[in-house]
């Protein structure tokens, strides 16, 4: 059990930064870092975990820490030298552990020896500020196809900002194993779909790796892709680096710890960046009065942990192999697009994207091929509407109880505006997420998105 992924879930679900959370504990912006990383005394993690509800034993607060530590000895029977003998502590550190001092990371040793008679509990729900700019409606739609199908039939100029993550040919179950001529072929036919859906300002954030040639050689795909980006009218503007711990060991190469993100425009004079929505305050190592108060730019150099499974998995983690951590989406959409934007993730996979943008307050188009991973986005978005709320019930209207038995005839994800289409411009967002008819009920019919 660790204490770090659960604490650092635990605050960007309730929109705190480190600065937030360390003025909300009377501590510092450097201590909650720390605790994030796993390091740390428990004279950080004990406020952290009061203020976001993360109880211990299940019975919260966590200022009783030390009194539970013992009480789940000592219903095993144990003395302090059974306990040290088991976790390979002194029996010092166990005393100060009761006492409601030490170190982390002693403390979730003598958790994972004492479990499960002493367990930590997510919080069942934490207080979450709403989207910003509220006022304006968010509608999420799902689509059941392949996306080189789905794209031409969007209207055109209709999306301010793409955001996915393609296949690599790297053996996943949902690829193909094509040769690296072929997956550069795939590669072409959806980026040229792309640039006619893009608003004047709109963009493009593309997720690519590396693509293996052999055993032993690997290409970054940057280098292959961006020819194509440039013959189709997209300008890059920048490379990013995300970097993340975890993952396969090599004896042969470094192993790979990082993925790139290509942020590419329509027009590299005119688009849209947010920087002051993305600032990083913990950047903010030194007192210099120069720095700005919401922190620092984060730079070309992001560091997000994969969402991982198993013991100690993250809360948003679903069956998809290859899911993407939220923070890092909405880190995307804030800096790059407006409130009330239409954003589009040609391969939606688990709908990280259409999440973080419901999150926002943006809309979305979330193309996914495979119907297991596409009914996994739809109980996602599901989920995490019932959590925070949303702004207008999906598939409800303000005309009243009428008007909503007669939208509960209506296909599922059939969202639609509640003032109706008529007064809506053309291309809008409301317009362009009316419902379709779904391939994944094996309609034959024409089943473009609405314009």
């Known amino acids: ?87 390979g502590l002194s029996i010092p550190t166990l005393r100060s552990l009761e006492r409601g001092t030490g170190r982390i990371a002693s403390l979730e040793t003598v958790i994972q020896a004492l479990a499960p008679d002493i367990r930590v509990r997510r919080p069942s729900k934490i207080s979450r500020e709403a989207p910003r700019e509220a006022s304006c409606q968010s509608i999420q739609r799902f689509v059941n196809a392949d996306c080189i199908e789905a794209m031409p039939t969007l209207p055109e100029a209709s ?21 690296v001529q072929e997956y550069l072929q795939f590669t072409e036919r959806w980026i040229s779909c792309v640039p006619r859906l893009l608003t004047p300002t709109g963009a493009l954030w593309l997720n690519v790796r590396h693509i293996m040639l052999s055993d032993t050689e690997a290409v970054p795909l940057p280098y292959l892709v961006y020819p194509i980006l440039v013959k189709h009218g997209l300008h890059v503007i920048q490379e990013v680096v995300w970097h993340f711990e975890g993952g396969l060991a090599y004896a042969k190469r470094f192993s790979h710890r ?19 929505d993305v600032r990083d305050r913990t950047l903010n190592i030194s007192k210099d ?24 998995a993250s809360r948003e983690k679903t069956s998809h192999p290859c899911q993407f951590p939220q923070a890092m989406i909405e880190r995307i959409i804030r800096a790059c697009s407006n409130p009330g934007d239409l954003i589009l993730d040609p391969f939606g996979g688990s709908g990280t994207t259409a999440v973080a943008a419901y999150l ?92």
């Not at 900002?161 to 179950?173: D, Q, R």
């Not at 809309?363 to 739809?378: D, F, G, K, V």
């Not at 909503?404 to 053309?426: L, V």
């Open 1 to 87: 059990m660790k204490f770090a992924p659960l604490i650092r879930e635990a605050r960007q679900r309730a929109l705190l930064s480190q600065d937030d959370l360390a003025k909300a504990v009377g501590g510092s912006a450097r201590a909650i870092w720390l605790a994030e990383q796993g390091a740390g005394t428990l004279k950080t993690l004990v406020p952290v975990l009061d203020e976001l509800k993360i109880a211990i034993a299940g019975l919260p607060p966590a200022s009783t820490l030390g009194l539970r530590i013992r009480a789940a000895r000592q219903k095993k029977g144990w003395s302090r030298q059974d306990l040290s003998e088991r976790c």
């Open 159 to 179: 999306i301010s900002l793409a955001v996915t993550s393609p296949p690599y040919n790297a053996g996943k179950e949902y690829e193909n194993n094509l040769t």
């Open 258 to 276: 990082t993925e790139r993100w290509m942020w590419c425009v329509k027009n590299p004079e005119d688009y849209v960046f947010h920087l002051d």
């Open 289 to 312: 009065k120069r720095s700005h108060p919401d922190g620092k730019n984060p730079t070309d150099y992001w560091h997000f942990p994969t969402v991982v499974g198993g013991r100690g």
């Open 360 to 451: 926002n307050n943006r809309s979305s188009i979330s193309i996914e091929a495979e119907p297991r991973y596409h009914e996994i986005a739809q109980a996602r978005l599901d989920e995490t509407q019932r959590e925070y709320g949303d702004f207008l019930p999906r598939g409800s209207t303000a005309e009243g109880p009428e008007a909503q038995e007669e939208a509960e005839g209506e296909p599922e994800y059939a969202d639609q505006d509640p003032k109706g289409q008529a007064n809506q411009p053309e291309g809008s967002p409301e317009q362009l997420l009316c419902d379709p008819d779904d391939r994944q009920h094996g309609d034959e019919a024409d089943w473009s998105l609405c314009a």
